[in-house]
């Protein structure tokens, strides 16, 4: 199974950019690649997905326009690009992969069978 780690949250002011990685100890080429967020009150909510080829990508409605997720295969890596930062991007969040997932509009959690561990992003008005 896939481990994945995720790097590049912190601290950002609204407006703001920060861009997340998700590095795997594998190759990801037949992998999906998800993020998702979750907060203390809300369930872990789908905010990007990209196919293991990497052709297709799916986001969640409340980051459509603003975050975009890419692959690097030769690092291993996915990352989110998160720009036009809101106070309600604040969240904990976590990298998830699955080999062979389709991607498409409607992503949950339970259709991804490998986690990281999370990183906190906040966003200051």
């Known amino acids: 199974q896939v481990q994945l780690v995720e790097s590049g949250g912190g601290l950002a002011q609204a407006g703001g950019s920060l861009t997340l990685a998700c590095t795997a100890s594998q190759s990801l080429r037949r992998y999906a690649v998800g993020w998702f967020r979750q907060t203390p009150r809300k369930e872990r909510e789908f905010v990007a997905a990209?196919?293991?080829?990497?052709?297709?990508?799916s986001y969640g409605g409340s980051v459509e326009g603003r975050f975009t997720i890419s692959t690097d295969f030769g690092k291993n890596t996915v990352y989110l690009q998160m720009n036009s930062l809101k106070p309600e991007d604040t969240a904990v969040y976590y990298c998830?992969?699955?080999?062979?997932?389709?991607?498409?509009?409607?992503?949950?959690?339970?259709?991804?069978?490998?986690w990281g561990q999370g990183t906190q992003v906040t966003v200051s008005s």
């Open positions: 990209i196919s293991w080829g990497g052709g297709t990508t």
């Open positions: 998830a992969g699955d080999p062979g997932r389709i991607v498409t509009t409607t992503l949950s959690p339970g259709d991804f069978s490998s």
